[in-house]
């Protein structure tokens, strides 16, 4: 199975639906609003570790940027869907977060900063707790979503090197994974 035929099929598999597009859809202004200012922590939590600290160290403004864009396109999609191209979007994402060196745990761990600081700013956009809680699953989906793209990237970026250690192909480094 391909990548992007494994992120069809866990889009199925979390039940992302036009409803879901809908939502996050409505969801844009409220994120053009608190958007910055989730930015603003999440950039502040990664330079109290040195880990990341180390690795966004004079790149910040630029960095913010980007994210922003990130973000805005989870509400949006990229070219106005979340099919391929929106795939191919966050495989690149995933990929430069493999490239600079970024402990996987640190991608995880920052996607809590979105969904609570995305549940922040719903929570004082809204005023029903049906269309809050409709919403934040909505969002939930999307950032799982992107978190298994980039996921995918550290999975294929670690058979690459297993392969070229080993000297064996990745085709049978697979097969001896999924033989049990």
């Known amino acids: 199975m391909s990548r992007y035929e494994n992120y069809t099929e866990m889009k199925k598999f979390v ?33 109290l570790y040195p880990e990341t600290a180390a690795l966004i160290e004079g790149r ?9 864009r990130w973000m805005g396109e989870l509400f949006t999609g990229v070219e106005g869907g979340y099919d391929e191209a929106y795939f191919n979007n966050r495989d690149i994402v995933g990929k430069v977060h493999v490239k600079i060196g970024l402990d996987p745990r640190w991608v995880e761990g920052v996607m809590n900063i979105i969904r609570t600081g995305g549940h ?15 919403k934040f699953n909505s969002l939930c989906k999307i950032l799982d ?5 980039i996921n ?14 080993t000297g064996m192909s990745r085709k049978l480094i697979e097969n001896c994974i999924n033989s049990g």
Do not use: C
């Open 152 to 165: 995918l990237s550290y999975a294929d970026e670690r058979l690459t090197r297993l392969a070229t250690f």
């Open 15 to 47: 039940g992302f639906t036009s409803d879901d597009i809908e939502n996050l859809k409505s969801m844009a202004p409220v994120f053009e609003k608190h958007g910055a200012t989730l930015t603003d922590f999440f950039y502040e939590t990664l330079e």
């Open 145 to 149: 979503l992107d978190l298994m793209v």
């Open 120 to 134: 922040a700013a719903l929570s004082q956009e809204l005023e029903s707790a049906a269309d809050l809680g409709a």
């Open 60 to 68: 910040v403004d630029t960095l913010k940027l980007t994210h922003s």
